[in-house]
């Protein structure tokens, strides 16, 4: 995965939103400029900020939004925007979501009630993988995976 990483000040759409989508429209570029082109789709991925540690005068509730790319390239010299291997995830609930991002929130509420119903518990947070992708966001489909334990 190519990627560039930034910080959010938490993980509901009006704080992801506006650090995402300069970060998806800043990688293609880099992208581009590299010669590397995509070989799969855009997953978004989130962790708890490091630096908001209690104490550390981050923002306890920050979170890093990775904003990555499939590619077939290695790290090289150079580059402006790291490679990683995405780590597997051996257990995940996925559900469908249909539309722009910043409606996510119900979506995203059929898959927790239905993890706290299966009586499964969640290991952290969604990846959101991009199924399908337009200019118009009402016509993106996007697959919520939730890790589970």
Request: hydrophobic share 40%; glycine share 8%.
């Amino acid at each position: 995965m190519a990627e560039l990483t930034a910080v959010a000040a938490g993980y509901e759409p009006e704080h992801i939103g506006p650090v995402i989508r300069p970060l998806y429209e800043e990688l293609c570029k880099r992208l581009d400029a590299a010669g590397v082109t995509p070989t799969g789709p855009g997953i978004a991925y989130y962790e708890a900020c490091a630096d908001a540690a209690p104490g550390s005068g981050a923002d306890e509730g920050a979170i890093t939004v990775h904003a990555a790319i499939a590619v077939s390239a290695e790290p090289a010299p150079g580059q402006d925007f790291a490679i990683v291997d995405l780590p597997a995830v051996e257990q995940a609930a996925t559900i469908v979501h249909r539309g722009p991002m910043d409606e996510v929130v119900p979506t995203g509420q059929a898959l927790a009630r239905w993890i706290d119903e299966s009586g499964r518990q969640s290991a952290g947070y969604a990846r959101e993988v991009t199924l399908e992708w337009d200019e118009d966001p009402r016509k993106w489909v996007t697959e919520l995976q939730e890790p589970l334990l």
